[in-house]
């Protein structure tokens, strides 16, 4: 993450690409996510790998989501830090306290207007609506390039650290789908298989798989526009910045 300057001439402007305007559409981003996540569980559509684990945190715990979701990112960035300083920055801290907050907002709020009883359809039709939500929310985190989720820093570390245990083309790929599916299983056992709750199903396996491809669509068509800068601002990246397109 480069900051720039803070006190140099537009940073605090709406001009294209200033600080301001990418702390704005980073918050915005944020409340986006936490729409489409609140949408899901909802739905019971099932949510992403991270999340699923937070919420199981917080349904044995007893501890609402919104302090559930703080406590773990700052202990994971405790741990991850060392290896990947380039992961914090501000949106870092915007990431971990406004999604869990929103999420427990929107919840209660969703549930006082719409008196939903499921079914597939149903769960069908909360994936429809918050899958695409939660993806343009982390692709307006991630373009603004303010910091990441510590979740999304444990694989590219990892590769860094034990390259020699992954294929060559594959590498980052490789840890990234262990380690989603550990912490899954981890989701799984922490709800003790429940899947009534919601929390894993069918949304948790897609997004898995495409929230990618999703948030690469989001980055060229909405979020680069919101930024103020064009091109695929990940071409050249290095694969711990990369490793955002896949979570959320």
């Known amino acids: 993450m480069n900051l720039g300057n803070l006190t140099a ?12 305007r990418r702390i704005l559409v980073c918050f915005v981003g944020q409340v986006i ?15 992403d790998p991270f999340t699923a684990f937070l919420q199981g945190i917080s349904h044995v715990s007893g501890i609402s989501f919104a302090v559930i979701v703080p406590i773990v990112n700052i202990i994971m960035l405790i741990l991850v830090f060392p290896f990947d300083r380039s992961i914090f920055g501000l949106g870092t801290v915007i990431n971990f306290t406004i999604v869990g907050v ?5 919840r209660p709020i969703y549930r006082s207007v719409f008196h939903v009883e499921y079914s597939v359809g149903i769960m069908l039709l909360h994936l429809a609506i918050g899958l695409p939500l939660f993806c343009l ?41 262990v380690q989603d599916i550990i912490t899954i299983l981890l989701a799984l056992i922490l709800i003790r298989f429940d899947l009534s709750l919601g929390i894993i199903a069918l949304g948790t396996v897609i997004m898995g798989f495409f ?5 690469g669509f989001f980055n060229m068509r909405v979020s680069n526009r919101l930024v103020g800068i064009s091109g695929d601002i990940f071409a050249a990246s290095k694969p ?7 979570r959320a």
């Open 9 to 20: 001439k537009g940073q605090w402007t709406l001009s294209d690409n200033s600080l301001l």
């Open 240 to 246: 711990a910045a990369a490793g955002s397109l896949v």
């Open 211 to 215: 929230v990618g491809p999703i948030v």
């Open 137 to 177: 929310g982390v692709s307006m985190y991630i373009t603004c390039d303010l910091g990441q989720c510590p979740y999304d820093g444990i694989a590219p570390s990892l590769r860094r650290r034990f390259p020699r245990y992954s294929y060559r083309t594959y590498r980052y790929r490789t840890y990234r789908v």
């Open 102 to 106: 929103f999420v427990d907002y929107f």
């Open 33 to 47: 996510t936490a729409c489409g996540i609140a949408i899901c569980l909802e739905g019971k559509s099932g949510v």
